[in-house]
């Protein structure tokens, strides 16, 4: 079983900055590729990036790409999202979540552990 603990989330006006990070016990760090999900009212949950377990490589979804930055600390087994020049739109409870599988996985249903979420909003 994987751990997951979302912190740092909050009210940021728009064009403002907030990282997120997630702490994950219970698993060997290394064997896991971590990934943020967000999902706002009323709507389905999203992808927004995964950084992979073998090559570190990262990947993001074209909403926050350019904006947001993931990256992950196999010394201290956190994985972090720092978002920059946020929006109203990115008002959303943001999920970290942790799969076996390498690549960029984007698609919700590969993921086998998530964490509890944290409230993100962005006002105008």
């Known amino acids: 079983q994987v751990q997951l603990v979302e912190s740092g989330g909050g009210l940021v006006q728009a064009g403002g900055s907030l990282t997120l990070s997630c702490a994950a016990s219970?698993?060997?760090?290394?064997?896991?590729?971590l990934a943020w999900f967000r999902q706002a009212p009323g709507k389905e949950r999203e992808f927004v990036a995964v950084?992979?377990?073998?090559?570190?490589?990262?990947y993001y979804a074209d909403s926050v790409k350019g904006r947001f930055t993931i990256s992950r600390d196999n010394a201290k087994n956190t994985v972090n999202l720092q978002m920059n020049s946020l929006k109203p739109e990115d008002t959303a409870v943001y999920y970290c979540?942790?799969?076996?599988?390498?690549?960029?996985?984007?698609?919700?249903?590969?993921?086998?552990?998530w964490g509890q979420g944290t409230q993100v909003t962005v006002s105008s």
């Open positions: 979540a942790a799969s076996s599988r390498d690549g960029a996985l984007t698609q919700r249903g590969i993921y086998d552990y």
């Open positions: 219970g698993r060997t760090f290394t064997t896991l590729s």
């Open positions: 950084v992979s377990r073998s090559s570190g490589n990262s």
